[in-house]
């Protein structure tokens, strides 16, 4: 079952697979993990959520010789505006 709207009690739409969220850490300053997910919207209130994250980051931080991948992976989601961040509480 996909995720509910607790405003409007509908079932939320996935409007796009493969969003790439990228987790924060030391003070927000640099991305620990990145992982894709999915976005759903609910179709009443328009309210979003990134929901569904993959099993494994596709990246993390002690993986310096992937950094290429991140930055091309990142650029990617960016220019489709499918980037998110997580940021430390």
């Known amino acids: 079952m996909r995720p509910i709207c ?7 739409r996935k409007e796009f697979s493969g969003v ?3 987790e ?3 003070k927000n300053t640099a991305i620990y993990k990145l992982w894709y997910a999915d976005y759903y ?5 328009q309210m ?3 929901h569904d994250f993959s099993e494994k980051p596709f990246w993390q931080s002690h993986e310096e010789k992937r950094d ?3 930055d091309s992976a990142i650029e990617g989601a960016k220019k489709k505006g499918h980037y ?6």
Do not use: N, S, W
């Open 84 to 89: 998110f961040e997580v940021k430390e509480t």
């Open 20 to 22: 790439l969220v990228a």
């Open 48 to 50: 979003v959520i990134i």
């Open 24 to 26: 924060l850490y030391l």
């Open 6 to 12: 607790v405003k409007c009690d509908r079932e939320m």
């Open 68 to 70: 290429g991948q991140r």
């Open 41 to 45: 919207c609910c179709p009443g209130c």
